[in-house]
């Protein structure tokens, strides 16, 4: 895969998708961050359920802190691992009102620091809420990235790695959008949907599909 393919390739994503964004629903960096974080393991749809009941009630760190533990847990039961999840989005309002004035710090190393908050999640807070140009590399985007040749890595690390070196600047904000939604809905983990591709002339994959 070479650079001048790639570039084609977000080319044509961007041109399918001018302004790709997640597909959880926020309406501010708090509301994200406790999206993000109970998305582990779950799908957009069912933490959108979730979070439809919780953030009418409670949508700030306070109000989260209020709403204490079993209360939050009430909300989002539905979601996986809803019991941890609670104890962590509770735990990380609290750090938000105790060390940040209830605000979401714009720093990876502060996001890194609240309980649940792993690289991914602070990439995606990054990028969507602050417009960094960050890259969070989920199961789509590793999958994505490998099975096309775009930005191949054993390791998730290894693909943002790879990504962030390959990734021209004009396109780095919404990369981690256009390939997850390719992920989702054409270059699904079973039987791709290369037919209907809008970039199979480009892509590397040797077992494509009709």
């Known amino acids: 895969m070479n650079n001048a393919k790639r570039r084609e390739i977000l080319t044509r994503l961007r041109d399918a998708n001018p302004h790709p964004t997640t597909e959880l629903n926020f309406d501010s960096p708090f509301e994200l961050l406790v999206a993000v974080t109970l998305s582990a393991q779950a799908t957009d749809v069912g933490v959108n359920k979730a979070t439809a009941r919780l953030f009418p009630v409670a949508n700030t760190p306070q109000a ?22 609670a104890k962590n989005v509770h735990r990380l309002s609290q750090i938000l009102v105790e060390q940040h004035q209830g ?24 990028n969507t809420a602050f417009g960094w140009p960050t890259i969070a590399v989920d199961t789509h985007i590793y999958r994505v990235s490998n099975r096309t040749k775009f930005a191949m890595g054993k390791t998730v690390e290894k693909v943002e790695e790879k990504l ?5 600047k004009e ?6 959008h256009w390939l997850i ?23 590397e994959f040797k077992d494509k599909t009709d």
């Open 103 to 126: 605000e979401v710090p714009e720093s990876r190393e502060a996001l890194e620091a609240l309980p649940g908050v792993g690289r991914k999640t602070a990439n995606v807070v990054l």
């Open 64 to 85: 989260i802190v209020d709403l204490g533990i079993e209360g939050l847990a009430e909300y989002i039961k539905t979601i996986g691992l809803y019991n941890s999840k």
């Open 181 to 203: 939604l390719h992920g989702r809905y054409t270059c699904i983990a079973r039987k791709p949907r290369c037919g209907s591709c809008i970039i199979e002339d480009l892509c």
């Open 171 to 176: 396109f780095k904000v919404d990369v981690h």
């Open 164 to 168: 962030l070196k390959v990734v021209p």
